[in-house]
């Protein structure tokens, strides 16, 4: 005889909509009413209804509820890693807002990888995912066209492009870069390394390298003398660039990081071959995120909007997905913070 695979548990039944409608001593459809809509029930009856829902430990039937409406209440959001705190912020308050509108979150991480992000889309949308938040406009138009044909909104993050034809919330990664180059130039530095994730696939890093050339290029500088030293992002992987860089001819007299994680790394590196910073070298990083001010010297570094990112995000495709105006792409301003990391040129 084949035995149950737990066969001291007692059989157990979820509690149905009946069972808490009886126990609180109303209908089926005021039930219904108190969890999908509150406002339309009494306190009274709905404090009834709550009470009877946890002692019941009733859950409601979400995958029933969506099969009724074609909708989930699900949104996804793939970012490109979860090693690092750079996207914490923004996802943090992309979450909040859609708290705020019942709606469930899922998220994913590509690594930075563009084969992996596209399988991650499509297997988000056939879970039931509504709508999509993505990070960047790199990826093929194939991708876009299966999300048009599925007739899922997505928005775009971290980046802003007006003449895309995808709305975007994001800041002028160019820009800032640039914005930040010319405080490192303005103190004298000419020998210049940039360290940057695998610009390939990846528009936020290749607009920053952008940004870097731009201000040389503004001063009459050659950027055939930039160097460019690319590493996935990682505080190791950081230590190692700085390490390379100063085996460079001229030696960089600055390190310009295309992100906190990696700034960090560089940081602790030079410590560990006795460079003084800034004195021996400068190093700047990108994004601000909590490491910046606490690691030392606290760290130069570009300030990114991300929870005012995540939160706008949140409200566009809330608004997509019922079929509302979200308005146009929207530009979020990103700041230069100056602090102990950067000095003169020595």
């Known amino acids: 005889m084949t035995k149950a695979p737990f066969p001291d548990e007692p059989s157990r039944t979820s509690p149905t909509l009946e069972d ?18 509150p406002k339309m029930v009494s306190e009274k009856t709905r404090e009834r209804v709550l009470s009877a829902v946890k002692t019941l430990g009733y859950t409601p039937n979400f995958g029933a509820q969506a099969l009724a409406a074609k909708r989930t ?19 943090q308050a992309f979450q909040e807002e859609l708290q705020r509108h019942g709606i469930t979150l ?31 406009f790199d990826r093929t138009p194939q991708v876009y066209e299966f999300l048009k ?14 003449s895309q034809s995808h709305l975007s919330i994001g800041f002028d990664n160019r820009s ?5 180059t010319e405080q490192v130039l303005d103190l004298g530095h000419r020998a210049i390394a940039f360290v940057t994730a695998e610009r390939d696939g ?5 607009l920053r390298c952008e940004g870097v050339e731009q201000a040389m290029l503004s001063r009459n500088l050659d950027v055939g003398n930039l160097h460019v030293i690319e590493a996935p992002y ?45 004195r021996d070298v400068s190093i ?63």
């Open 149 to 162: 044909k599925q007739r899922i909104p997505c928005v775009v993050a971290w980046v802003y492009d007006p």
């Open 73 to 91: 209440r699900t949104f996804g959001a793939i970012i490109p890693t979860m090693e690092n705190a750079i996207f914490a912020r923004g996802l």
């Open 20 to 37: 808490v409608a009886q126990r609180a001593g109303v209908s089926t459809a005021t039930v219904s009413r108190c969890l999908n809509n």
């Open 176 to 180: 800032a870069m640039r914005a930040l």
């Open 202 to 206: 990846n528009d936020r890093a290749r």
């Open 234 to 278: 990682s505080i190791d992987n950081g230590a190692r660039a700085l390490e390379a860089a100063m085996e460079l001819d001229p030696r960089p007299t600055a390190i310009l990081c295309g992100n906190d994680v990696l700034a960090a790394g560089a940081l602790r590196q030079a410590r560990k071959m006795g460079l003084e910073v800034p």
């Open 284 to 346: 700047t990083g990108f994004d601000d995120i909590e490491i910046a001010e606490i690691v030392t010297p606290a760290l130069t570094t570009v300030h990114v909007p991300h929870r005012n990112m995540g939160k706008g995000a949140a409200r566009m495709l809330v608004a997509l997905r019922k079929g509302e105006d979200a308005g146009s792409s929207v530009q979020l301003e990103a700041t230069t913070k100056i602090r102990e990391s950067l000095g003169p040129a020595p």
């Open 106 to 136: 899922l998220v994913a991480s590509s690594s930075y990888n563009p084969e992996l992000e596209e399988e991650q889309i499509r297997s988000l949308v056939a879970r039931g995912a509504d709508a999509l938040l993505l990070i960047g």
